[in-house]
């Protein structure tokens, strides 16, 4: 896909986020993310500028933004050498950050909105991995997480993933 659209082979740049969602009663782990008020599962996506996926990471929804970026970054920390900036949004400052650069040697540029902004403003850059959660949401599946095993939902994105690619092609 990179190359059709005249792009390197491997990324140089993209973008992570996370979405919460709501778990069926079918059981798996599951936890209460506060600042979205939502018992389930939280998703951290990686995707290259062109919004298709690079990494993908499900776990309970108590665990915080930038814990969880830490998986998706063990994930794919010997693979991608090329893919050197990340931005992100403010729920991963802090050390996340830090972390980053020191242990998997990627910069991490944090896009917030201005403080005087008023409505709906698209952000530069981050815009990206949003319109990859509307891509993953336009499967009912995606809709709240029905898998037992988060691996299986991590499978199931994927999987969603490749049919976007193929209606690409």
């Not at 973008?15 to 209460?32: E, F, H, L, N, P």
């Not at 981050?126 to 037992?148: G, K, M, Q």
Request: proline fraction near 1%.
């Amino acid at each position: 896909m990179r190359k059709r659209e005249g792009r390197a082979f491997q990324a140089s740049a993209g973008a992570i986020d996370s979405q919460s969602v709501k778990c069926s009663t079918v059981g798996g782990i599951r936890g209460y993310d506060s600042g979205k008020k939502i018992l389930g599962r939280k998703r951290h996506i990686l995707v290259d500028t062109m919004g298709l996926l690079i990494a993908v990471v499900v776990h309970s929804a108590d665990i915080q933004d930038r814990d969880g970026g830490i998986l998706v970054f063990n994930r794919i920390k010997n693979a991608l050498t090329q893919l050197v900036l990340i931005w992100a949004d403010g729920g991963y400052r802090g050390q996340f950050v830090e972390k980053v650069r020191k242990i998997f040697h990627r910069k991490i540029e944090i896009i917030e909105k201005d403080p005087d902004q008023k409505g709906f403003v698209v952000l530069p850059r981050r815009w990206v991995v949003e319109r990859t959660f509307a891509w993953i949401s336009n499967y009912r599946r995606h809709s709240r997480d029905y898998e037992l095993l988060t691996t299986s939902s991590e499978a199931m994105i994927y999987i969603s993933m490749v049919q976007v690619m193929l209606k690409r092609l």
